[in-house]
């Protein structure tokens, strides 16, 4: 059964780096099926594609994130990670890891969430 | 590309037929999603590929449409049902993900 899970500081300070690890378990992130990706929801507030990391090392990223975020596979190449760079209050928000059809983009597994806040 | 959801929210009563629709600004296939989301927990896979429906998914969910029109339909509401569900695409040549802005379905 696949599994993913977040993990990292639940507080950051303004202007510093947020950064998140999401392990996978039962998967392998090398799969040619499937790219894995980065979603938040800031609280009460819709779901935000965040970006994503392909097999092969590819990245995409939301063009109104892209100058501050930071997709990457570890070694181990069952974990991923995200890097938000100069973060606001406008970044506080549930993190999601979830996998995606490579082929129609549908994310069928994701992690649990984690929520990060931004306040000094 | 941008998606649209109508209605923004919606109450309804158990055993009512619920229609959600998802506007795409340009054509997009059949490439999207449908997902239900409960407070506090993680989005749940509905339907794929417009119509096909994720397995251990209830059969009262059905999706429908193509190209920049698609339809979420829910047969009989449920209690379980009371949640709010995002449409989402991919785009095939960006290969960047948009969700709509949700619906929110609550109990009349």
């Known amino acids: 059964q696949l599994q993913l899970q977040e993990s990292g500081p639940g507080l950051v300070r303004p202007s510093e780096t947020l950064s998140l690890t999401c392990t996978v378990s039962?998967?392998?992130?090398?799969?040619?099926?499937?790219?894995w990706g980065w979603v938040r929801q800031p609280p009460g507030k819709g779901l935000e594609w965040i970006g994503s990391?392909?097999?092969?090392?590819?990245?995409h990223y939301n063009p109104s994130l892209t100058r501050r975020v930071t997709i990457s596979v570890e070694t181990s190449k069952i974990q991923f990670s995200l890097k938000v760079n100069s973060v606001t209050a406008a970044d506080t928000a549930v993190y999601y890891c979830a996998r995606h059809s490579a082929n129609w983009g549908f994310a069928d597994y994701w992690g649990q969430g984690t929520l990060v806040t931004v306040s000094s | 590309i941008q998606l649209t959801q109508s209605p923004s929210s919606l109450s309804a009563s158990v055993g009512d037929r619920v229609t959600i629709t998802c506007r795409a600004s340009q054509g997009i296939s059949s490439y999207l999603a449908w997902y239900q989301q409960k407070p506090g927990k993680a989005p749940k896979l509905l339907i794929y590929g417009a119509s096909s429906l994720q397995s251990g998914v209830p059969s009262r969910f059905s999706g429908d449409g193509s190209g920049t029109e698609f339809t979420l339909t829910i047969s009989s509401l449920q209690p379980e049902d009371f949640a709010t569900y995002y449409c989402?695409?991919?785009?095939?040549?960006?290969?960047?993900?948009?969700f709509g802005p949700g619906t929110k379905v609550d109990i009349k």
């Open positions: 039962g998967d392998s992130i090398s799969s040619r099926n499937y790219f």
């Open positions: 990391i392909y097999y092969s090392g590819n990245t």
């Open positions: 989402q695409q991919l785009n095939s040549y960006s290969r960047r993900v948009t």
